[in-house]
């Protein structure tokens, strides 16, 4: 507003206004350049302290210490593409700028790249290739994912070759020349089963293939499987990025500028971006994964020793058990083993598991994972009815399997709640 325009009394308090702004504002920008400071520097950071802090400033014209919503489309340029960083929100928006910053910080990584959904994210890491290249996957991973690779992907010409990773030489003896991505999720879901991050790199590296890691089910808190040698790391930030069910968001973190170059062409060619909303929620979200880590995995405990113990349950599928087919690679590449897990009842029949499944108060039976309540799953009818039946009875992913996605309740509570259902 030009003041020459205004009625008297209001260019008074405009006036007025001004000189009480003028020392606010000179205020404000010195807490922001002396936050900015400190808050751009985080790779001093210990883990609990970047999750709060990394990636994010207070806002520069405001000092808001909560980054804005920046609702917007589109950005005011000064001249044809003179501009302030942003042209358009789906090629970038601050708010999921600052999201960006704070994934990749999570992740020991340079670069942050944030999609519509966990989906578009490996799809955009799937666009990478060119037909005729061939990509070695986990044969027990989300059903999403193998309906994205064998459903969309194979009529481009790209072969996929689905093997058992917890088994290296498995890995080892699937490499050709033509070999240019290897797919590991780990922990899986819903099996639990682990990979060595570590000596997949390896592999991946002496073959010059990418190695992609899905890491939703550890999350950044668990696990940062760039720091294990990976060149891209996946995430349903859905899950336990997200945390409270009311987001559905995917990322992608990288450390080689030239592969985020090529996935930020992706990112705004395919547009399958977040709104600035959804960032915000991320943002607001991400600042308690630590806390709610720690009781997702404190409870999984519990939960996994209940189980194991009942007599009608006949196998609890959990990274964390001494004795669990992975544990030694689990305990060596993650801090914790969180709260996932997945159970067989002694009475393998569907309609038994249907009966459990049903009779829940406190675990919903609902499809998703990684939020702050406890759900229930049936993979075979929901998260991986993609997946054809015999293929997933030979990955041992039975028809009566039954998954938790173990919650920040009172343990005791949930416990109680299976105890009913169980019988
Ligand atoms: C391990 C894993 N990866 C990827 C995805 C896909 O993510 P989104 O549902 O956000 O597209 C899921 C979804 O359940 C998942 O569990």
């Not at 790199?201 to 499987?225: E, G």
């Not at 060149?231 to 990025?241: G, N, Q, R």
């Not at 459990?356 to 609902?366: E, N, Q, S, W």
Request: charged letters at 20%.
């Amino acid at each position: 507003m030009q003041s020459a325009h205004l009625p008297q009394p209001l260019l008074l308090q405009n006036k007025n206004l001004k000189r009480a702004l003028v020392p606010f504002c000179s205020q404000a920008i010195a807490i922001f350049l002396l936050l900015t400071f400190a808050l751009t520097n985080f790779s001093f950071m210990k883990l609990d302290t970047k999750i709060i802090h990394a990636g994010v400033q207070p806002d520069p014209s405001t000092g808001a210490i909560m980054t804005p919503i920046f609702q917007t489309s589109t950005y005011v340029q000064q001249g044809p593409n003179e501009h302030k960083g942003y042209d358009y929100s789906r090629a970038g928006n601050p708010t999921r700028t600052a999201l960006e910053n704070s994934l990749a910080a999570l992740e020991n990584a340079k670069h942050g790249l944030a999609f519509a959904s966990g989906v578009a994210a490996t799809d955009g890491v799937i666009r990478l290739l060119k037909p005729g290249a061939e990509v070695i996957a986990a044969k027990d991973m989300y059903g999403g994912t193998y309906r994205l690779f064998s459903k969309l992907w194979e009529d481009f010409g790209i072969k996929f070759i689905y093997t058992d990773t917890t088994n290296i030489e498995n890995v080892r003896k699937e490499i050709t020349g033509k070999t240019k991505l290897i797919w590991v999720e780990t922990p899986t879901n819903p099996l639990m089963n682990v990979t060595d991050i570590e000596a997949v790199a390896a592999i991946a590296k002496k073959s010059n293939a990418l190695l992609c890691v899905d890491n939703t089910f550890a999350s950044p808190y668990l696990q940062n499987a760039i720091d294990l040698g990976a060149d891209i790391v996946m995430h349903s930030v859905t899950k336990y990025l997200g945390g409270h069910s009311d987001v559905v968001m995917g990322a992608l973190m990288m450390n080689s500028d030239e592969l985020r170059e090529k996935l930020f062409f992706i990112q705004k060619s395919c547009g399958a971006v977040p709104g600035p909303m959804d960032c915000f929620l991320v943002l607001r979200g991400i600042k308690t994964l630590h806390v709610r880590m720690q009781r997702h995995c404190e409870n999984g405990r519990k939960v996994a020793a209940f189980l194991r113990n009942h007599d009608k349950v006949k196998t609890v599928y959990w990274c964390g058990f001494e004795d669990a087919k992975g544990y030694e690679t689990a305990k060596k590449q993650m801090r914790d083993f969180g709260g996932m897990m997945s159970f067989e009842l002694k009475d393998e029949n569907v309609a038994a598991a249907i009966k459990v499944l049903k009779a829940t108060k406190i675990f919903a039976l609902a499809e998703s994972l990684g939020g702050v309540e406890s759900l229930i799953n049936h993979p075979a009818t929901m998260t991986h009815a993609s997946i054809p039946r015999e293929e997933r009875l030979k990955n041992g992913l039975s028809d009566s399997l039954i998954r938790l996605s173990v919650g920040i309740e009172d343990a005791d509570d949930l416990i109680e709640d299976l105890q009913q259902a169980i019988g």
